[in-house]
């Protein structure tokens, strides 16, 4: 079970994105990944689309504050 809600199994899509507590810090996070939420329930999907999400205006800038927040 997930150590911060102890609501569900602690899988890494949970960890990441589903968790009552991460879901909050993704709400309070300057930034938004349109077109990427539906590739949560696969993290490595959703990993690879967020790395061709680098080339778009200011990418790099918004996949260094994705990284720290996974962080």
Known sequence: M??????S???IEHMFFFCS???AIWEA?????DGLE???SKFWLW???L??????ERGMERVEL?????W
């Not at 997930?2 to 609501?7: D, F, I, K, P, S």
């Open 38 to 40: 539906s590739f949560r």
């Open 21 to 23: 507590n991460v879901k």
């Open 9 to 11: 199994p602690e899988t």
């Open 66 to 70: 994705t990284v720290n927040l996974l």
């Open 47 to 49: 990993w690879e689309k």
């Open 29 to 33: 996070a300057p930034l938004s990944w």
């Open 51 to 56: 790395k061709d999400a680098a080339i778009q």
């Open 2 to 7: 997930c150590r911060c809600c102890g609501e």
